[in-house]
């Protein structure tokens, strides 16, 4: 069975939009003088972040099979796949009450996590919450 085509998701087309615009200022990237590169960077200056995301992650997905060499595809994807791996693994900064925050330190005094995020984690799974 071939693996799935990649494809350029609506979570990573804000990057994507950046990432694109940074490289047809490359002259070495894309062409300047290339109408194709011109073209794309009039509907790159239009998409409304905002608005249809689904659709225009597709329509940037297409232009990038078709117009980018392999090379620069690959260094495209790595990006994204390093974004995607950054958002996931971001740290969140979260407000509890005392009582709250209690109850996971607690958790953490005896043993059964050895940090709040841990202990949240222990709850989780003590509760089954998905």
């Known amino acids: 069975m071939t693996r799935p085509k990649y494809k350029i998701t609506a979570s990573d087309l ?3 939009h950046a990432y694109l ?6 002259s070495h ?4 003088g290339n109408s194709v ?7 790159l200056n239009r998409i409304d972040l905002d608005d249809d995301v689904e659709h ?3 329509i940037l997905n297409r232009w990038c099979e ?3 060499s392999t090379n620069q595809w690959n260094r495209l994807k790595v990006s994204i796949r390093k974004m995607r791996y950054r958002q ?3 740290d969140v900064t979260i407000t509890l009450k005392p009582e709250a925050h209690a109850v996971l330190q607690r958790l953490i005094d005896d043993g059964k996590a050895s940090s709040l995020s841990d202990a949240v984690l222990w709850l989780n799974q003590k509760t089954k919450i998905t």
């Open 21 to 26: 615009l940074r490289a047809l200022e490359d």
């Open 29 to 32: 990237y894309i062409e300047q």
């Open 56 to 58: 225009d992650a597709e």
């Open 37 to 43: 590169a011109y073209q794309f960077r009039q509907f």
């Open 14 to 16: 804000p990057f994507v």
């Open 66 to 68: 078709k117009y980018l």
């Open 88 to 90: 996931s693994n971001k």
